[in-house]
C-alpha cells in the first residue's frame, strides 16, 4: 500500500529500511533519496518504522 503519495512510496519499501537498520524517519528518507513533501505520510512511515523496532526487541528478548 502507498504510504507517501507525493514520493511514490510504499509500507513495504519503509519497512524494508526499517528493517536494514534505518530506526528513524530521516534516515528511511535519506536512503530512499526522497524528503517529505506534504507530510500527511510522517505518522504512518513513523508507526511502520516503530513497529519494526517493536518486533526486533522482542525477538532479542527471546
Given at each position: 500500500?502507498y504510504v507517501?503519495?507525493?514520493?511514490?512510496?510504499?509500507?513495504?519499501?519503509?519497512?524494508?529500511?526499517?528493517?536494514?537498520?534505518?530506526c528513524?524517519?530521516?534516515?528511511?528518507?535519506?536512503?530512499?533519496?526522497?524528503?517529505?513533501?506534504?507530510?500527511?505520510?510522517?505518522?504512518?512511515m513513523?508507526?511502520?518504522?516503530?513497529?519494526?523496532?517493536?518486533?526486533?526487541g522482542?525477538?532479542s528478548?527471546?
Amino acid at each position: 500500500m502507498y504510504v507517501c503519495l507525493c514520493n511514490r512510496v510504499t509500507d513495504r519499501q519503509v519497512r524494508a529500511q526499517a528493517a536494514g537498520g534505518n530506526c528513524t524517519l530521516g534516515s528511511v528518507h535519506n536512503s530512499l533519496g526522497i524528503s517529505p513533501k506534504c507530510g500527511k505520510c510522517l505518522p504512518m512511515m513513523r508507526d511502520l518504522v516503530r513497529e519494526h523496532q517493536g518486533h526486533a526487541g522482542a525477538a532479542s528478548n527471546v
